[in-house]
């Protein structure tokens, strides 16, 4: 009978534990069911603020290059942009609709469907990556490279894909699927230092991107998925193949006809890529420090200058010439400006017989360096001559005379 007391008793104390026990721990559950309240409140108001906030600003393109045309519209020089690039702006409507589609079907199919970030291709990645090991996919959105494009990120680090999924999210609220294409285009890289479709456009086929055709607009839209491998001027097999499959997804999908198919395989193509242009170099440089006077005024995109380019070069021609003649008496070099006496327009400017000729100093401006007061002279002295009756053929006796002041002249 006392063990089963004692049993009893066990029993017993066993329950008033229990029943001690129990407020505390509804007040630890209710205590983390606050806290994890918090927490997802705090999170969302975060997601909101972040969401709520939009700076347009962050596409602001200032860092293009700057294209000098003479008067006629002839290419002078494309000076590089601030970060040392090649890159002209274009819109969207200025764009062949065959480059449009290449992209998108290269890049992103469900461009047109998602909300910036789609998630079947992140999870593909995810799982190509960890099965090989290393990362060999990003599943990224034409929209998540635009944010990858637009705030730089090198590496691809976890930190960096999280912050271009949110940023995706964000930009898919607030722009058009048109604005994230145009900014997306014109921030691609096409090898060569070319960024954006309309220098490549200029560069590889020396025409506007609106004028490409099927294959031309197929070949650029290849370009970017990789610069290195698929520079066309040291690849263009791996390119040429790469193109062939992707002319096969055009017609497979509709996009174009048969007939469309079967002439862009007997067309093949053909790549321009020429250097750029340097046309009157001293020119270009004067042009340069007159937009450079104020502070902060960046070069715009395109400068139409007063220049004639082909009656520049006739310049050059004829100062070559007389060069070559006058080389025997030691004259190595010349310079010409010719001004227009109705507009007072700068139309040829000639600075030295050749910019790069490091020997005879090429890249001194010879037609605004410092003279001698005696060679500054001697326009004024010419035309007070011509005025009076002197001529081009007029002898003039190399003799000593007075002049005012004791002055004696000669030579």
């Known amino acids: 009978m006392k063990l089963n007391k004692k049993r009893l008793n066990c029993h017993c104390a066993s329950n008033e534990e229990r029943s001690s026990l129990r407020p505390r721990s509804v007040a630890v559950s209710l205590l983390k069911r606050t806290l994890v309240g918090f927490i997802i409140l705090a999170l969302v108001i975060l997601a909101a603020v972040y969401l709520l906030n939009f700076d347009r600003e962050i596409f602001d393109r200032n860092l293009h290059s700057t294209s000098f045309y003479d008067r006629n519209g002839n290419l002078l020089k494309t000076e590089f942009s601030g970060d040392e690039r090649y890159f002209e702006s274009s819109a969207?409507?200025?764009?062949?609709?065959?480059?449009?589609?290449?992209?998108?079907?290269?890049?992103?199919?469900?461009?047109?469907?998602?909300?910036?970030?789609?998630?079947?291709?992140?999870?593909?990645?995810?799982?190509?990556?960890?099965?090989?090991?290393?990362?060999?996919?990003?599943?990224?959105?034409?929209?998540?490279?635009?944010?990858?494009?637009?705030?730089?990120?090198?590496?691809?680090?976890?930190?960096?894909?999280?912050?271009?999924?949110?940023?995706?999210?964000?930009?898919?609220?607030?722009?058009?699927?048109?604005?994230?294409?145009?900014?997306y285009i014109n921030r691609l890289p096409f090898g060569n230092l070319i960024y954006g479709?309309?220098?490549?456009?200029?560069?590889?086929?020396?025409?506007?991107?609106?004028?490409?055709?099927?294959?031309?607009?197929?070949?650029?839209?290849?370009?970017?998925?990789?610069?290195?491998?698929?520079?066309?001027?040291?690849?263009?097999?791996?390119?040429?193949?790469?193109?062939?499959?992707?002319?096969?997804?055009?017609?497979?999908?509709?996009?174009?006809?048969?007939?469309?198919?079967?002439?862009?395989?007997?067309?093949?193509?053909?790549?321009?890529?020429?250097?750029?242009?340097?046309?009157?170099?001293h020119f270009i440089e004067m042009v340069k420090e007159k937009f450079n006077e104020g502070p902060g005024r960046p070069l715009p995109e395109k400068i139409i200058t007063t220049l004639d380019l082909e009656l520049q070069n006739d310049i050059e021609g004829i100062i070559s010439a007389h060069l070559v003649r006058l080389k025997r008496y030691n004259v190595n070099s010349a310079a010409c400006v010719v001004i227009d006496n109705h507009t007072h327009e700068v139309i040829v400017f000639v600075g030295s017989h050749n910019y790069f000729d490091k020997e005879f100093s090429g890249q001194v401006n010879m037609a605004t360096s410092l003279r001698q007061p005696g060679s500054t002279l001697k326009p004024f002295v010419y035309g007070l001559a011509l005025e009076n009756g002197y001529s081009p053929g007029t002898i003039v006796p190399d003799i000593r005379f007075p002049a005012k002041g004791g002055f004696f002249p000669e030579n």
Do not use: C
Request: avoid cysteine; charge should be positive.
């Open 92 to 183: 969207l409507s200025d764009i062949s609709p065959h480059f449009l589609r290449a992209v998108v079907l290269i890049e992103d199919k469900h461009f047109y469907s998602h909300h910036g970030v789609y998630l079947p291709s992140l999870f593909r990645a995810l799982h190509q990556n960890l099965k090989a090991k290393r990362v060999v996919s990003g599943g990224s959105t034409i929209t998540m490279q635009l944010v990858k494009l637009t705030l730089k990120h090198k590496d691809r680090s976890l930190k960096n894909k999280i912050s271009e999924i949110a940023f995706a999210f964000k930009l898919d609220l607030y722009i058009s699927k048109s604005e994230i294409l145009e900014e």
């Open 197 to 281: 479709i309309k220098q490549a456009s200029k560069f590889y086929f020396n025409k506007p991107p609106s004028e490409l055709s099927l294959n031309q607009a197929i070949y650029l839209a290849l370009i970017p998925k990789s610069p290195t491998k698929y520079n066309p001027k040291k690849h263009q097999k791996k390119l040429k193949k790469r193109w062939a499959k992707i002319l096969e997804v055009f017609r497979e999908g509709n996009y174009i006809s048969e007939d469309e198919y079967l002439r862009a395989k007997k067309e093949g193509i053909e790549f321009y890529m020429e250097q750029y242009p340097f046309q009157a170099p």
